[in-house]
């Protein structure tokens, strides 16, 4: 089992900026690619942005590309994301997910453990 936590999430105006952060705890973090996701009001969840268990190998959609960047650390066992940038249609509630193996994943159902979400809110 892996246990996630996400935090950082709040009201910030249209072009502004926030840091979420994913802590995890249990198996053993590195083994484990992670995953950023989002999910508005009446919308299917949403890939923003994975990494490799190395760090080495980063992923974004194409919404949030040179705005938003995903960082880990493997020894405090956490997951980042840097928010810049926001627009309104970021608003969402942003998850963070584990997992296994080497292959970076848009697709939920690929990601084992999720967080409970962190509530993201951009206003125009």
């Known amino acids: 089992q892996v246990q996630l936590v996400e935090s950082g999430g709040g009201l910030v105006q249209a072009g502004g900026s926030l840091r979420l952060s994913c802590a995890a705890s249990?198996?053993?973090?590195?083994?484990?690619?992670m995953g950023w996701f989002r999910q508005a009001p009446g919308k299917e969840r949403e890939f923003v942005s994975a990494?490799?268990?190395?760090?080495?190998?980063?992923h974004y959609a194409d919404s949030v590309k040179a705005r938003f960047t995903i960082s880990r650390d493997n020894v405090k066992n956490t997951v980042s994301l840097q928010m810049n940038s926001l627009k309104p249609e970021d608003t969402a509630v942003y998850y963070c997910a584990a997992t296994p193996g080497v292959v970076l994943t848009t697709i939920p159902g690929r990601y084992d453990y999720w967080g409970q979400g962190t509530q993201v809110t951009v206003s125009s």
């Open positions: 249990g198996r053993t973090f590195r083994n484990y690619a």
């Open positions: 990494i490799s268990w190395t760090g080495g190998v980063k």
